[in-house]
């Protein structure tokens, strides 16, 4: 399967019809201002507030969006770089067409899957990684992450990650915000987001969180919508989808042609709703209701109704018309399936605009990385390739300059010998061709015999490749996609995230290496 981000990143005409413009063009022309849903700018203040920041706001601010479900610890990097991403950009409109504008990040506290975001990891001062994992003392698998309690075993994870990452300077102050915020949180998702106010505090940044009862009644009519016309978006989606898989892409949403895109809450729990036989059926509740019976209990009870990941890209655009929405490769896949949803709703779509992605290294693994002869890009080969080739680029032993010094003579040798035989006889040509590859096989085997005679250093070198691979290419992933924040603030203290928000890229999607 072709893969959409790359080829979204290098704007490949296809998928133009899948968006509204290109995130190249953003930047190119004052994004239309447009009001925010009335109400909502006292609601964002209020949160804000109680937060701890103090934001004033007026309801026409161009808004540039990004988001997340709520994880322990604030999650991966990715989270830290998405939200670093959209006050660069929301920073760069303001100074480039001078109209007021504003990052915002959406707490996603109405989602509800636990497992995606209990468990932390943290780079240890040992080099490996510790896997730190919240387990409630009652079931909450099914409630949305307003609603799962920020309990007082998370304090023992803040005390094992404060002595477990590296760094000691600022250990002590960081920790105490952990603990005090925990504190203060009535739900893990009302701590993910104390932790997100205090990193990212001295920043323009704003949070919002959806499942506030205020904001449930403001956002009822995109609800309406979906009720008063049963299962339309989700054919819409399915669609798309099946244009894209036409073009080679995987779509990232496929839904069950019965399925809702909505969840009603039930005793306090997330439930998937389905439209069959012309009821509203809510299986795990043994539940039916009439479209009239559910529009009138959204009428009457908004603040049990939540969308699911495809309406609730409408529901933002709703509120806060935002001009763009920054997110990750999986997040670019499946806003390709959402324009024609935007188009019945008749709300423009934003910008769909690549979080900056970055890996973090410092002064020793930079200088390891040289030592070992590889690069930051090199670590994602197999550890037994990386493990070969670091120790062909660190053995003293001159046997190996000997092997290599004939190699290249043996290899330039055999490729006269083929061309000289090209034109007299093409089978004795290929012939000596593969005497070549068979040739080469052999000496890849005697240099690797060469490089490995010395079983000490050999595991010196093994360890030294580890380290390299737990620190950039964690579980096998991306440093971003598993590494979490307080690795490295309990070294760096909370001037990191200023630190980082300066120096990540948003004019361009390559990687960026943050040397601390």
């Not at 509203?280 to 509740?285: D, L, Q």
């Not at 019976?293 to 969308?307: D, H, K, N, V, Y």
Request: a negative charge; charged letters at 25%; aromatic letters at 8%.
């Amino acid at each position: 399967m072709r893969d959409l981000f790359t080829d979204y990143l290098a704007a490949r005409p296809e998928l133009a019809v899948f968006f509204a413009t290109a995130p190249q063009d953003l930047l190119q022309e004052p994004p239309r201002v447009c009001s925010w849903t009335p109400g909502l700018a006292s609601v964002s203040e209020d949160y804000q507030s109680a937060l701890g920041n103090t934001r004033s706001l007026t309801g026409d601010e161009i808004v540039i969006a990004t988001g997340q479900q709520p994880g322990l610890l604030t999650g991966p990097l990715y989270t830290i770089y998405k939200a670093a991403t959209a006050i660069l950009l929301a920073t760069e409109i303001e100074k480039r067409f001078h109209v007021r504008s504003v990052p915002l990040f959406w707490v996603a506290s109405v989602d509800h899957d636990f497992e995606e975001v209990r468990t932390a990891h943290i780079l240890t001062k040992h080099h490996t990684i510790a896997s730190l994992t919240y387990a409630p003392e009652r079931a909450v698998d099914g409630l949305p992450m307003y609603r799962v309690p920020a309990q007082t075993g998370l304090h023992q994870i803040i005390d094992q990650a404060a002595h477990s990452a590296r760094g000691s300077e600022h250990r002590d102050e960081v920790a105490a915000f952990l603990h005090e915020s925990l504190d203060a949180a009535e739900s893990l998702a009302d701590w993910f987001a104390r932790i997100l106010a205090r990193l990212f505090r001295d920043t323009p940044l704003i949070l919002f969180s959806p499942h506030l009862p205020t904001v449930r009644a403001l956002a009822a009519p995109v609800l309406k919508w979906e009720i008063a016309h049963p299962l339309e978006l989700t054919r819409l989606l399915n669609e798309a989808g099946e244009r894209l898989t036409a073009l080679g892409y995987r779509p990232q949403i496929v839904k069950d042609a019965t399925e809702c895109n909505f969840f009603l809450e039930v005793d306090q729990f997330r439930r998937k709703v389905r439209f069959e036989k012309g009821h509203y059926i809510v299986p795990e509740a043994r539940l039916t209701f009439s479209t009239d019976e559910m529009l009138g209990l959204l009428q009457a009870a908004p603040e049990r109704f939540t969308s699911n990941v495809a309406l609730r890209c409408l529901e933002q655009q709703h509120l806060f018309s935002p001009a763009a929405y920054v997110g990750g490769p999986g997040e670019v896949a499946y806003w390709a399936q959402l324009r024609p949803l935007f188009d019945a709703l008749e709300l423009a779509m934003p910008a769909v605009y690549p979080r900056a992605r970055a890996v973090i290294t410092d002064l020793k693994l930079n200088a390891l990385l040289k030592k070992v002869g590889l690069t930051v890009a090199d670590i994602a080969s197999p550890e037994a390739d990386l493990l070969t080739r670091a120790l062909k680029a660190t053995t003293p032993d001159p046997a190996l300059n000997i092997v290599q010094k004939h190699r290249r003579a043996i290899e330039s040798a055999l490729d006269d010998l083929a061309d000289g035989l090209n034109s007299a006889n093409k089978s004795t040509a290929d012939m000596a061709r593969t005497v070549k590859a068979a040739t080469m096989a052999g000496l890849d085997r005697l240099e690797n015999s060469v490089a490995r005679a010395d079983q000490a250093r050999v595991d010196a070198v093994a360890n030294q490749v580890k380290r390299l691979k737990t620190e950039l290419m964690p579980l096998g992933k991306p440093q971003e996609r598993v590494i979490n924040i307080f690795s490295y603030l309990f070294e760096h203290g909370w001037d990191l995230i200023p630190r980082i928000v300066r120096e990540i890229n948003v004019d361009h999607f390559s990687l960026k290496e943050i040397e601390l």
